[in-house]
């Protein structure tokens, strides 16, 4: 083994082969990588292909890794990769996946292991008792390889975890936040790309606000509930990165674009979730904010163009009234979820202790309906894996919450995302949803813990005092 690993040594040691190492460090470094890997992305969905995304991806995970390049340049491959599928069955991507899977796997398991594992994060706790409790749930499944597959993405969105939160101690914390910021705005992007290219697709009738209908917007990998949910991640995320930087105003035009689609999207859960996080984000978006007047003045003068627009172009060509009036008929009722909470309830009263079994709603709802989840993640929660499951999903939402309520201006941000998807969890199932499990394994991890804090502050008081 010594042997082997001197020759991979002395080969990597090679001039030719350091001169192309710098030029994939610098290049995985700039964010030009981010955009090649979006347009690579884009082109897989687009064409709807398997393996180009997946490929390319694997590819480049390696690189970072060998190169010993920062391993958070992995999270807008883990983001776009998802944004990636389209193919009419999922289970079209089930081998590429798991051939990925196999690549994957090993060499960032010996990356994980290098050091000390370190597994002392109460949220984590809590996603082990979330996991146990599915596993228990398979007792009372009627259908056991959709449960075992349940059980099996829990273990993905734990080790996504137990990865980032080992590797954030070997780089500056500040760094990371700005990078997963501006990864997550990026993301944002592609998805508005993708948005456009549907739109040019599928609308014949050459109205714009017809695109943005509920039986209308499908991406393959997310619909528009899909869609509305990861916005309320994004926008606050890009918040956080021109609150830290607060040096590109570009960042404000995105984030209006991004609020401008969140908008479009006509999704009454997240409208609902939006108005009870929107009113934090602000208070600490501003208060973030150091330059508030010449802040403000720009600010203003945007919102004046916005509303020029909507005089000169929305309102005239009926876009507003079109939007009101698709919105009105949607309302905030709970039509059509009501038979869905009581299919989701009677199956709980069945099974109480541990549920009917992970991943089974689709299983129970398919004679009345299409949908695959119960729209409520208290219903789902409760029909899927019970009274134990409830108390182990509540241990890790109030963790959640109890750490992004310590002072740090990252896990503030990450409270309003949190409060989003909790509320907008109410009227669809944002828990449990792969893409949103994913992107909180990715983001989670990034908290500060109390003892860095209270260290922080600690310091802060001694360079005071001296």
Known sequence: ??????????????????????????????????LFYLVICLINWKFQLTYLAIVIGVIFLYLIIILDINRFRLVPILLFILASIRLPQPSD????????AVFVLPITLFDLVKKPLRLNNQILIGMIFLLIAMFFSIINTPRLWMSILGVSTMLVYIYIF???FNKKQDYSQSELWLYLAKSFTYFGILILLETIFFNFEVVTD?????????????????NTNYIAMIYLVIIPLTG????KTQKHFYLIIMLLIEIFAFIL??????????????????????TDIKNKVAFTQKSLFLISFVLIALLIIAIPTGLVKNFFAILNSRGLSLAGRELLYRIGFNVFLRYPLFGGGIYTSEYYLSLVSTSVYYHNF???????????????????????????????????????????ITVHGLFDTTFYNPIIMIILSIILPLMLE?????????????????
């Not at 001197?6 to 030719?16: L, P, R, V």
């Not at 956080?240 to 609150?243: C, D, G, M, N, R």
């Not at 999207?265 to 501003?286: K, Q």
């Not at 009274?387 to 939402?397: D, N, Q, T």
Request: aromatic residues 24%.
């Open 450 to 466: 109390k003892n860095v804090i209270d260290e922080q502050n600690r310091e802060e008081l001694t360079r005071v005092y001296n």
């Open 1 to 34: 083994m010594k042997k082997l690993a001197d020759s991979f040594q002395h080969f990597m040691n090679k001039k030719w082969i350091t001169t192309f190492g710098r030029f994939l460090r610098s290049f995985i470094n700039h964010d030009l990588f981010i």
């Open 378 to 420: 208290i219903i789902q929660t409760l029909a899927t894996i019970g009274v134990f499951g409830m108390i182990a999903f509540s241990y890790y939402l109030y963790q959640v919450f109890r750490q992004s309520l310590w002072k740090c201006s990252y896990n503030n941000y990450i409270f309003i995302i949190i409060l989003g």
């Open 206 to 222: 050459n109205s714009f606000i017809s695109f943005f209908n509920w039986s209308v917007v499908d991406l393959g990998w997310a």
């Open 162 to 164: 137990i990865y980032f």
């Open 240 to 243: 956080f990165w021109y609150s």
């Open 265 to 286: 999207l006509i999704s009454r859960g997240a409208y609902v979730a939006m108005l009870v996080s929107g009113l934090p984000f602000f208070i600490v978006f501003f």
């Open 93 to 100: 991507y089930l081998w590429p996946a798991i051939i990925g």
